[in-house]
């Protein structure tokens, strides 16, 4: 699944791994490593979480407005429109879309 939305300001390396530890909770899987997150500098900056069954990548960029992308791997099913309604609410997203891509 993929989820790209624009915020106000930039998500930052602290508010990244809480979001991917509060997604973990969400999606009930199991943490396996991280949360990790990092600054590209100027770039934005990038974050990741280990599950068992897989994991997320996320990254920020800076702008008017600020963008994310969530990038969620797994072999363990998920709601994704409750992933997707979380999301929205813990950046207070401006914009959101989302594409559950099934293999």
Not at 17 to 44: C, F, I, W
Not at 79 to 88: I, N
Request: aromatic share 14%; net charge negative; with cysteine.
């Amino acid at each position: 699944m993929i989820i790209e939305g624009t915020t106000d300001k930039i998500v930052e390396p602290e508010l990244m791994k809480q979001y991917l530890l509060a997604l973990a909770d969400v999606t009930k899987m199991e943490v396996l490593s991280g949360p990790e997150a990092r600054s590209a500098h100027e770039l934005g900056y990038g974050g990741w979480i280990h599950w068992r069954t897989s994991g997320t990548h996320f990254y920020s960029y800076p702008g008017n407005p600020a963008l994310f992308t969530v990038d969620t791997y797994t072999c363990k099913p998920f709601s994704v429109p409750e992933v997707v309604e979380f999301t929205k609410k813990f950046f207070n997203a401006r914009e959101i879309v989302w594409k559950e891509i099934a293999i």
